[in-house]
């Protein structure tokens, strides 16, 4: 038992080793052994849930430092493992069919699973600095994925070729979208990693157990960081990493583009990894900062920063799906929207006096949004492959031909949008709940207008894609007799599934939401009673109001767009001028972070290039030259008339003396006696007349 729980990310870890072995043996070996260790995990994961005892798995990792490395099996992280096991293990499936024939396939599968592997060590790890392995993890693993297809053609890119915001492009190549993900989440990471040394430097650890119970200590880490003045700042950079690796505002840019890569990486980000991560760590982390700036008083500051950008982003990005042509770039701005909403959850569960109503809302989003966002993308990805083009107004009347993709991506989008009895109903009317009643009025109103905003963008996709006739892009092809026709079983059967379990999920919650709710309480064994709160909140006035007002507001958003998009042909707009503009142009943050910080190093570059290097390196570069030949020659002068001079003048003196004492060693025993004797003489004359007379 010690040891299964460590199988959980270390199956696919093995997986992703062996991959380049099994493709020497064949390429079938290779993928299917891909997916068979994705299953692996996601078996231990189950079984790790039902059949292994809570607790902290240690072994000894850096006994100078008396550092342990550990998996932690508790509610938190159970739930989540399963969650992204599971659709990983889909996704995995799906990719088998639609990854067939494509280059680079051992790079593919080597990287999947590394990526489940990193994701899975995320969640299960017990420390901060385990956790930070698999979180670099997973970056390095989706700036590789995104980037799949490097040569860059021209299908495989993202946005409008030719659209310009600022004069800066609007498509972007999968290498230029992988790289830019990867620096943008390396913004927030920096934060991360610098509150996570702030953390270590006063706690002496890195472990959660370990930092939950010092908060009731004299002289704890949060005490001394409090005294420092440091304590909402560490909170706050320690937010830095989620924003990245969530996509929330103003780290939010790298992740519509990441709509490059394939299709099965685009679902795995947004639906089991990567963008979950930041809300996983936040949701970890959450009631730890809660209590120790409870102590302070200082709880606001953070949980309000939370609350705010998840509520703003939320809105921007839903704006920005409302006029996006491209079906998988919807899907991208919905996740950016959605995540805020947890984000929003999460945070107004730290300013409100029921804890654990806005911290349960958050997660239930979380496994809700996991399940549909999987399955809008893969049957997106399918009906890209079946159309041949990435844009919604290329597309048009494909049901006819695809009825259970059609009806997989209905289901999944009524429940994106929050319409009952879908799972998603429930928990965006929980995150709405819980933020009202913590009397947060506007981010209450921002999320309710995002409901609308969501059902608008989310008809208009299925509008556009599904209905009317077919488009001229299409209309050849089929006069050719090349029909769409519907996805084979190896692609149909995830996306249909996890819409079906969309469905089973929101008629069933009543049933299982405060049992799980109530699972979730026990993530918060290790910590102080305080955070309280009801499990399961009664259905009183206020609630059903509540649940009125965001399922009306649904309704209306699905109601402009069915009678826009279903009951009308529609015609892309020409031009983009005006509010649509905006919105089209992504509110022109974008191109300002291009303008700002892309062209604004160029610049400087350039200026130091010209003015420094060129203006003064190279200008003093010739005279320093000059000046030291003009030196050297100098010295050389002077070696050669003085010091030369002078050594070969003593050297010359130095013969002479002893030529001259030469003559005085004649090697003649009698003269050397004269001479001592003359010698005694003139010694007795000293001694008898010069001292004597004193």
Not at 153 to 161: A, D, F
Not at 326 to 346: C, D, N, P, R, W
Not at 649 to 670: K, M, P, W
Request: hydrophobic share 50%; aromatic share 14%; net charge neutral.
């Amino acid at each position: 038992m010690t040891y299964i729980p460590w199988l959980i990310w270390t199956l696919p870890l093995a997986g992703a080793l062996l991959t380049p072995v099994f493709a020497r043996i064949h390429s079938l070996l290779r993928d299917y052994a891909a997916v068979g260790f994705s299953l692996a995990a996601a078996a231990v994961a189950t079984f790790t849930a039902f059949g292994v005892p809570r607790g902290d798995y240690e072994i000894s990792w850096v006994p100078q430092l008396s550092l342990n490395a550990g998996v932690l099996v508790d509610p938190l992280s159970m739930f989540l493992v399963n969650i992204v096991a599971w659709i990983s293990f889909l996704i995995m499936v799906y990719s088998l069919q639609y990854m067939k024939a494509e280059f680079g396939l051992t790079r593919y599968w080597f990287f999947m699973n590394l990526f489940i592997g990193n994701m899975l060590l995320l969640v299960l790890a017990d420390n901060l600095l385990m956790m930070f392995f698999g979180w670099e993890g997973v970056g390095l693993c989706s700036y590789a994925l995104i980037g799949h297809f490097y040569h860059d053609e021209p299908e495989h890119w993202v946005g409008t070729t030719g659209d310009a915001a600022l004069g800066v492009p609007q498509a972007y190549s999968p290498s230029h979208a992988g790289m830019k993900a990867f620096v943008m989440t390396r913004i927030g990471d920096i934060a991360l990693l610098i509150a996570i040394f702030l953390i270590f430097a006063t706690a002496g650890t890195f472990n959660y157990s370990q930092l939950a119970t010092q908060l009731g200590k004299t002289g704890s880490w949060a005490s001394t960081l409090s005294g420092l003045g440091l304590l909402v700042p560490t909170a706050l950079l320690f937010f830095g990493g989620p924003i990245g690796k969530s996509a929330q505002f103003p780290l939010q840019e790298w992740l519509p583009d990441a709509m490059a890569g394939p299709t099965s990486v685009s679902a795995l980000i947004h639906a089991a990894t990567m963008v979950k991560a930041g809300v996983f760590l936040v949701g970890r982390m959450g009631p730890i900062f809660f209590l120790a700036l409870l102590q302070f008083n200082q709880v606001t500051p953070f949980f309000g920063t939370v609350a705010w950008i998840g509520a703003f982003t939320a809105f921007l990005a839903a704006t920005q799906a409302t006029v996006a042509r491209e079906i998988k770039k919807v899907l991208a701005y919905s996740t950016v929207s959605q995540i805020g909403y947890m984000m929003m959850g999460l945070g107004v569960a730290g300013l409100s006096a029921n804890f654990i109503a806005g911290y349960s809302a958050g997660l239930l989003q979380l496994m809700s949004h996991a399940i549909f966002k999987a399955s809008l993308f893969l049957a997106a990805g399918w009906v890209i492959h079946a159309t041949g083009t990435r844009f919604m107004d290329q597309m048009g009347g494909v049901a006819k031909a695809m009825r259970l993709t059609s009806i997989a991506m209905i289901f999944a989008g009524l429940s994106l949008m929050g319409i009952p009895p879908f799972s998603g109903f429930w928990t965006k009317d929980a995150i709405l709940s819980a933020t009202f009643e913590s009397s947060q009025y506007i981010l209450y109103a921002m999320g309710l207008g995002t409901v609308l905003l969501t059902a608008f963008y989310t008809t208009r996709m299925l509008g556009i894609t599904f209905a009317g006739k077919a488009s001229k892009h299409l209309e050849e092809p089929q006069k050719e007799g090349n029909h769409n026709s519907e996805a084979g079983l190896t692609m149909l059967i995830p996306y249909l599934a996890l819409a079906v379990a969309s469905l089973a999920l929101g008629v069933l919650y009543p049933l299982y939401s405060g049992s799980l709710t109530n699972y979730l309480m026990g993530t918060f064994q290790s910590l102080p009673p305080i955070l309280s709160g009801e499990s399961v909140p009664g259905l009183s006035t206020t609630d059903i109001i509540l649940l009125a007002a965001s399922t009306s507001m649904a309704a209306i958003g699905l109601a402009l767009g069915y009678v826009r998009y279903f009951r009308r042909a529609y015609e892309a707009p020409r031009q983009m001028k005006g509010l649509r503009g905006f919105l089209w142009y992504r509110w022109y943050i974008d191109a300002i972070y291009y303008r700002v910080f892309v062209g604004g190093l160029t610049w400087a570059s350039r200026g130091l290039y010209r003015y420094i290097e060129q203006g003064i390196w190279d200008r003093l570069s010739p005279a320093v030259a000059r000046d030291i030949i003009d030196y050297t020659s100098a010295s050389g002068t002077l070696d050669s008339s003085v010091v030369d001079r002078g050594v070969n003048d003593v050297a010359s003196a130095g013969s002479r003396l002893s030529n001259l004492l030469r003559r005085f060693q004649s090697g003649v025993t009698e003269q050397y006696v004269i001479v001592f004797a003359i010698g005694i003489v003139l010694l007795l004359v000293y001694m008898i007349f010069i001292i004597g007379a004193r």
